[in-house]
């Protein structure tokens, strides 16, 4: 089915941890997004991909690494995670105007 | 950097009632204010959205208007139904020069409950 998909949908990790969230979408939008959501913040923008190959940070990048080999495929990873990293992520991917959410990871840094 | 503030952060209404949630952002250059609507334990979907250059839209019972002088922008949801309880975030695709990304900054939500 065409979307997009985010896994895994639930993480615990501990503090000092790597970890990586995967995001993949259907639809072959070059523009992908990262967000956190965290009571009273909103959703804030981690890191935004153009296209393969192409990152660039977004209000939030300290502590987090993306790649973008193809252009499906956007993850995100917390090379040593750290409790305020706990946290629900989404990814999202843009088509003409509209951004495409999928469904969110919930982390939690122990 | 673009920064949007929204208000209420909760808003309670019985079934029938509108509803009218406010937002205002402060990059003039903004151009494209988008509203999603998030239920529990999913991501967020555009509802409807708005480009500078058009005042009002509406779609069926929800409605957005935009007054660029002020720089703010409102979500009307008129007759609400229970189904309509969800958490809205307004957004705002701020200015990124000759570059089209269309990165949202995103107000702090608000949760909406309507009472049968």
């Known amino acids: 089915d065409a979307g997009i998909t985010q896994s895994p949908r639930y993480k615990i990790t501990e503090t000092g941890r790597q970890v990586t969230l995967m995001c993949h979408q259907t639809?072959?939008?070059?523009?992908m997004f990262w967000y956190r959501q965290d009571l009273g913040h909103g959703l804030r923008l981690i890191y935004y991909?153009?296209?393969?190959?192409?990152?660039d940070k977004g209000e939030v990048p300290d502590g987090y690494v993306v790649s973008r080999s193809k252009t499906e495929n956007f993850p995100l990873t917390l090379e040593s995670a750290t409790r305020s990293q706990t946290s629900v992520y989404f990814c999202a991917s843009r088509g003409a105007d509209t951004q495409y959410f999928g469904p969110g990871t919930r982390l939690t840094v122990l | 950097g673009e920064n949007v503030e929204q208000h209420p952060s909760t808003l309670s209404v019985q079934e029938g009632d509108s509803a009218v949630i406010k937002c205002t952002y402060s990059d003039s250059a903004s151009n494209y204010f988008p509203w999603y609507k998030q239920e529990l334990g999913k991501g967020p979907q555009l509802i409807i959205d708005i480009r500078s250059n058009v005042g009002e839209k509406k779609d069926q019972r929800i409605a957005v208007t935009l007054n660029k002088t002020a720089k703010h922008f409102s979500l009307h949801i008129t007759e609400t139904q229970p189904e309509d309880s969800a958490v809205y975030f307004c957004?705002?695709?701020?200015?990124?020069?000759?570059?089209?990304?269309?990165?949202?900054?995103f107000g702090q939500g608000t949760t909406l409950q309507v009472k049968p």
């Open positions: 991909s153009a296209a393969a190959d192409i990152t």
């Open positions: 957004a705002a695709a701020g200015s990124d020069g000759s570059s089209n990304t269309g990165k949202l900054i």
């Open positions: 639809w072959s939008h070059s523009y």
